[in-house]
């Protein structure tokens, strides 16, 4: 790894690091976003970052877990890794699922609230609604985004 990969590679170590992933599993996704061959070996991963093959295999672990890596079929024993097409849009999926329990968690508190507490019901409505939105409003940019890619994969290959 030259110095302005390594650049790269821990400047998406720390980002994920605040993205609370940790910055270990930056540094190996960054490294295999820019890798060549563009699948490395637990062995290999772990010399070109620095840190212990148990560490690579814990963190390349979870990232396939959470469809960032996948592993490639080898005819060895060796394990391989390398980055999945459309894994940070199955990331934000998997992240706006967790808002699910907030808007159930505000409708149950709507549903507790009589019309004597217009205000306190007009807080809860406004911040449910505000949930409600986020989630739709992200879906539909998702959606967007994969007919995006969708369309510019086709005009590749009508042009290729």
Not at 105 to 130: H, M, N, P, V, W
């Amino acid at each position: 790894m030259d110095q302005k990969e390594s650049e790269f590679v821990d400047r998406l170590g720390l980002v994920m690091e605040r993205l609370a992933g940790g910055r270990t599993m930056g540094r190996l996704y960054a490294w295999l976003l820019i890798c060549d061959p563009p699948d490395q070996s637990l062995t290999d991963l772990a010399a070109e970052l620095g840190v212990s093959k148990t560490m690579v295999s814990t963190v390349a672990r979870q990232l396939e877990a959470g469809g960032m890596v996948e592993r490639v079929p080898t005819s060895s024993r060796e394990h391989r890794y390398q980055v999945v097409r459309g894994g940070w849009a199955q990331i934000m999926r998997g992240r706006l699922a967790v808002l699910d329990p907030i808007t159930e968690t505000l409708g149950l508190g709507l549903s507790i609230l009589g019309d004597e507490r217009a205000e306190q019901r007009a807080l809860l409505e406004e911040t449910k609604e505000f949930f409600a939105f986020l989630v739709r409003d992200a879906d539909e940019s998702l959606q967007r985004w994969e007919e995006y890619r969708k369309q510019l994969k086709d005009d590749d290959q009508d042009s290729g």
